[in-house]
């Protein structure tokens, strides 16, 4: 049998006193689509920092393919084929939409190969009429597109969404559920999402984090109507 | 399309610049013949400066260092080859090694942007000090003496490569100057375009989002500070060659600022404003020094202060904000001016 696309185990960080991500054991098999819900702090930022590399886990593992990249620094992590849209967009915001794919693209690609994938992928996700608009301009819904964009344009095999529909009108959230669905036919994702509307459209398991740990994993339907998942909602916390 | 449009008028401006730099010594005097080729080679330092704070987003408040080093690895080397040829490729390569040592210390070991202004000036410093302190029969390398704060004298100038015999005049060597400050200007045009250009420039907008797409921001951070020192590396040469001579100065405070302030006014994230901004204060520095009537120190901090709050992109990209702005008026396409990824 081969290794999960994904595998985390007993990962733990530490900021001082608190723990961010608490021995958590997380598997994603390959192009699986799973959804992360937790309220405000439960560390899913913060647990996406630790795959990509963006920082070193306090304890436990990250292996991908088997492959442990615990530790490993974030443009390694990257070519080994793991994209992410952060919660707070980064992109270049002194460069137009059309570079800030080209950018992506070039990493993989010869220079004429990377321009015609940005063009393919700015006419899939609709943004050929801001090509060549400086993304520092743009309202905070385009520039998650844009953002959207670049991962897609760097051919990760596994995509980190955190967030992607925050900010969005609803018509634009549709239209992400959509897309996330036909990225799921080549590529794995794991999606962060506050938007339960939005992770119902998406969603077959979810995972949902809770003080840095794993609450409960299960069917998106038997989650949603978990007592306990209701309670951390709510604010009532556990231990009441 | 872009970029061809945006070469083209690099190009247009280097050809028209390269025949008035050929044929100035028809109607101006060896006196200002000499000064024209001093600010030339202090352009270039400029432009050196203009890449790597500009493009690269690394602020170096020692690229005097870099500077020096040329100078005094071109004074040395001219001394013991009796040829210019190699000791202009030394004084290309010594800071070049140096800024690679230096540059991996500082970017590998993940110190702040702060603080490598801080290391860069001290160590600028430091060199001031101990070539400050070679004076005496001790301090030779081969012939050639470092005659501590005296400086070293009688450094020989160019020559035509291959042949040591003939040393160009002053007129010639003001072109050499000249036409090597446009050569540097287009090389880093080009290079600007290249996809190493644009992800220079796109690790300088946001270097988390480059590393998640899998960039090593710390290689492209040393390529761009080591082409930076091989720059004012020849500058330093370029310098030399001007006086013949070579002092501890070089590598002063003063220096430093000055060309942080050339870059600030003429205008970060172009290559022609640092140009400008180098050219414009030399000249008005030496029109004060000539009247006398104000401390040139006191008027540089006057329009630095002016410049930050007034025109803080400084010169050239003011210039072409304007422009654009006139053309978005009366309802053209803007003519595009900037360089973007070829398309
Ligand atoms: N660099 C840091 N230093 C100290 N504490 C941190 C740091 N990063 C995150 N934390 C803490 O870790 C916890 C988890 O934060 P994280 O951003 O991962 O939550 P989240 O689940 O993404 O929340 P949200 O839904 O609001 O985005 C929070 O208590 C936060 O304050
Ligand atoms: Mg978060």
């Not at chain 1, 185990?9 to 900021?15: A, D, E, N, V």
């Not at chain 1, 995972?207 to 299960?218: N, W």
């Not at chain 2, 035509?160 to 540097?184: C, D, K, S």
Request: glycine content about 10%; some cysteine; proline content about 4%.
């Amino acid at each position: 049998m081969s290794a999960p696309l994904l595998q985390t185990s007993g990962l733990t960080i530490r900021f001082g006193g608190v723990t961010a991500v608490d021995r958590v054991d997380f598997t994603l098999k390959e192009s699986e689509l799973r959804c992360l819900i937790g309220p405000n702090g439960a560390g899913k930022s913060t647990f996406f920092k630790l795959l990509t590399g963006q920082l070193r886990p306090t304890e436990g593992h990250v292996h991908l393919r088997g492959q442990d990249i615990s530790g490993a620094r974030p443009h390694e992590i990257a070519r080994q084929g793991v994209g992410i849209k952060t919660q707070v967009p980064n992109v270049f915001n002194a460069m137009t939409v059309q570079e800030n794919l080209w950018i992506a693209a070039r990493h993989k690609h010869t220079p004429n190969f990377a321009t015609e994938l940005t063009e393919q992928i700015l006419t899939d996700l609709r943004l050929t009429a801001i090509a060549g608009k400086e993304v520092g301009q743009l309202a905070h819904g385009q520039r998650q597109w844009v953002e959207i964009g670049t991962v897609l344009a760097g051919e990760p095999e596994l995509i980190l969404l955190d967030e992607p529909a925050a900010g969005m009108t609803h018509e634009e959230v549709e239209r992400t559920a959509d897309l996330i669905q036909e990225i799921n036919k080549t590529r794995a994702l794991i999606v962060v999402e506050h938007d339960m509307q939005f992770i119902k459209m998406i969603a077959k398991t979810v995972t949902v984090l809770h003080q840095g740990a794993v609450l409960i994993e299960d069917d998106v339907a038997r989650v949603l109507e978990d007592a306990r998942v209701r309670d951390v909602y709510l604010g009532k916390g556990l231990a009441a | 399309m872009q970029l061809l449009n945006g070469m083209t008028g690099a190009l247009i401006g280097s050809a028209i610049a390269a025949v008035g730099i050929l044929t100035a010594p028809l109607y101006v005097d060896l006196f200002q013949i000499m000064q024209l080729t001093v600010f030339a080679a202090m352009a270039v330092l400029a432009l050196s400066l203009g890449f790597i704070w500009g493009y690269g987003g690394i602020l170096c408040f020692g690229q005097t260092s870099f500077f020096g080093l040329g100078a005094y690895t071109y004074a040395v080397a001219a001394i013991n080859f009796a040829d210019s040829t190699p000791a202009i490729l030394l004084a290309i390569l010594i800071p070049v090694i140096f800024a690679a040592l230096l540059g991996y210390f500082m970017i590998y070991g993940g110190i702040s942007d702060v603080y490598l202004g801080v290391i860069t000036l001290t160590v600028s410093l430091i060199l001031f000090n101990l070539v400050n302190s070679t004076a005496g029969d001790f301090y030779k390398i081969g012939d050639a003496r470092l005659g501590g704060f005296n400086g070293m004298p009688g450094v020989p100038t160019f020559n035509l490569p291959g042949n040591p015999g003939y040393i160009l005049t002053p007129e010639q060597a003001w072109m050499v100057t000249g036409i090597a400050l446009i050569v540097v200007y287009l090389g880093l045009r080009l290079l600007i375009a290249s996809s190493f250009g644009r992800i220079i420039i796109a690790i300088r907008e946001n270097e988390t989002r480059a590393a998640l797409l899998g960039y090593d921001p710390r290689i492209y951070k040393l390529i761009t500070f080591m082409i930076g020192g091989a720059i004012a590396g020849f500058a330093g040469a370029l310098y030399v060659n001007w006086g013949a001579f070579v002092s501890p100065t070089i590598f002063a405070l003063g220096l430093s600022a000055q060309i942080i302030i050339w870059v600030i006014i003429g205008g970060r994230g172009t290559l022609i404003g640092p140009i400008i901004g180098c050219l414009l204060l030399q000249w008005l520095v030496t029109e004060i020094g000539a009247q006398q009537a104000f401390d040139a120190n006191f008027v540089l901090g006057a329009i630095l202060i002016v410049f930050v709050l007034l025109v803080p992109k400084g010169i050239a990209p003011t210039l072409r904000d304007m422009v654009m702005s006139r053309f978005a008026e009366r309802g053209d396409a803007p003519p595009d001016v900037s360089v973007k990824v070829k398309t």
